[in-house]
């Protein structure tokens, strides 16, 4: 059974900084991508993150520069390092792993910045 549980999020002042992981198991074949959404009140989910297996790297543009994910494949971890955090970045943050066809989620973290 594939399971995805994200940890590190929480509550910040603007500026600082938050690095949310998370690690997966029972996944059976390589992956392809891991990725970092974000869903805030009222909006929709949108991609913050991705990282593909041969470490090709994409970012919504709102977070260019301040965030940067990563991936270390012998712990099955993904992470979001987040620098210079806005109060526009309160979300919860949700993992996601690609795997041939199929498509994972974590059950997200909540990450909170005040002004």
């Known amino acids: 059974q594939v399971q995805l549980v994200e940890s590190g999020g929480g509550l910040v002042q603007a500026g600082g900084s938050l690095r949310p992981s998370c690690a997966h198991s029972?996944?059976?074949?390589?992956?392809?991508?891991m990725g970092w959404y974000r869903q805030a009140p009222g909006k929709q989910r949108e991609m913050v993150a991705t990282?593909?297996?041969?470490?090709?790297?994409n970012y919504v543009d709102s977070v260019k520069g301040r965030f940067t994910i990563s991936r270390d494949n012998a712990k099955n971890t993904v992470y979001l390092q987040m620098n210079s955090l806005k109060p526009e970045d309160t979300a919860v943050y949700y993992c996601?792993?690609?795997?041939?066809?199929?498509?994972?989620w974590g059950r997200g973290t909540q990450v909170t910045v005040q002004e």
């Open positions: 029972g996944m059976l074949f390589s992956i392809n991508t």
């Open positions: 996601n792993v690609v795997q041939s066809s199929d498509s994972y």
């Open positions: 990282i593909t297996n041969g470490w090709r790297t």
